[in-house]
T-cell receptor
C-alpha cells in the first residue's frame, strides 16, 4: 500500500546548526512533493514544492532535495533559529492527481 | 486580506448531535479540502471538491457530509454517525486540485464531543 514515512521522533538541534528532516515514501510515483510547517494548534503553512524532474530547490535558508530513485526527500534548514521550532510535514500528490497525501510530520526543536 | 477562514475555533458537541463547521475562502480557488488531524497522525482527507457543485469522498468520509453550492464556501457537517469525532479539523484550498499547487490552510476548528 502507499505510505509516507517521516521520523516520528523529535529532532533536537543547537541554534546555528543545520537541521535535516527526512521523508520516505513507498508505492508512489509522485510528480510533486511539498513541505509545510505547522505550529501547535494552527493550520500548516506551505514552504516549498519540488517537481519530480528537479533534484533540488532552495528558498532562503531552506533546501529540499527529491530523489525519485531512493524515493526520498530531504528538507534542510541552515543556520537554524529557535523560531524554526515547529512540526514539518511532507506531502505528495496521490495517484490520480486529485488528492494530496500528508505525512505525520517531524517535530523540530532548536535550542538557543 | 485574501485568505481562508474557519469558524468556530472551538466547538463542543453532545453525543448524538450534528454540527456544521464553516470554511470560507476569498482566494478564488477552485479546489477545497477538509482534513482531520489527530495527535501524532498526519492529515487525513475527509472530502474534497474540485469545482462548485461537485465533491468527492476522501479516505475517511464516513459520518461526514459536505456541500459546495458556492465557490468560496465548503461547509462540513459532522453527523451523529461519526463514531469518534473529537479532533482538529482543517480546511484548505488550492488554485487547482491535486498536488500541483500549494494548499492554503485555515486556522482549524477543534471539535470536542462531551
Amino acid at each position: 500500500s502507499q505510505k509516507i514515512e517521516q521520523n516520528s521522533e523529535a529532532l533536537n538541534i543547537q541554534e546555528g546548526k543545520t537541521a535535516t528532516l527526512t521523508c520516505n515514501y513507498t508505492n508512489y510515483s509522485p510528480a510533486y512533493l511539498q513541505w509545510y510547517r505547522q505550529d501547535p494548534g494552527r493550520g500548516p503553512v506551505f514552504l516549498l514544492l519540488i517537481r519530480e524532474n528537479e533534484k533540488e530547490k532552495r528558498k532562503e535558508r531552506l533546501k529540499v532535495t527529491f530523489d525519485t530513485t531512493l524515493k526520498q526527500s530531504l528538507f534542510h534548514i541552515t543556520a537554524s533559529q529557535p523560531a524554526d521550532s515547529a512540526t514539518y510535514l511532507c506531502a505528495l500528490d496521490a495517484t490520480g492527481g486529485f488528492k494530496t497525501i500528508f505525512g505525520a510530520g517531524t517535530r523540530l526543536f532548536v535550542k538557543a | 486580506d485574501g485568505g481562508i477562514t474557519q469558524s468556530p475555533k472551538y466547538l463542543f458537541r453532545k453525543e448524538g448531535q450534528n454540527v456544521t463547521l464553516s470554511c470560507e475562502q476569498n482566494l478564488n480557488h477552485d479546489a477545497m479540502y477538509w482534513y482531520r488531524q489527530d495527535p501524532g497522525q498526519g492529515l487525513r482527507l475527509i472530502y474534497y471538491s474540485q469545482i462548485v457543485n461537485d465533491f468527492q469522498k476522501g479516505d475517511i468520509a464516513e459520518g461526514y457530509s459536505v456541500s459546495r453550492e458556492k465557490k468560496e464556501s465548503f461547509p462540513l457537517t459532522v453527523t451523529s454517525a461519526q463514531k469518534n469525532p473529537t479532533a482538529f479539523y482543517l480546511c484548505a484550498s488550492s488554485p487547482r486540485p491535486g498536488g500541483r499547487d500549494e494548499q492554503f490552510f485555515g486556522p482549524g476548528t477543534r471539535l470536542t464531543v462531551l
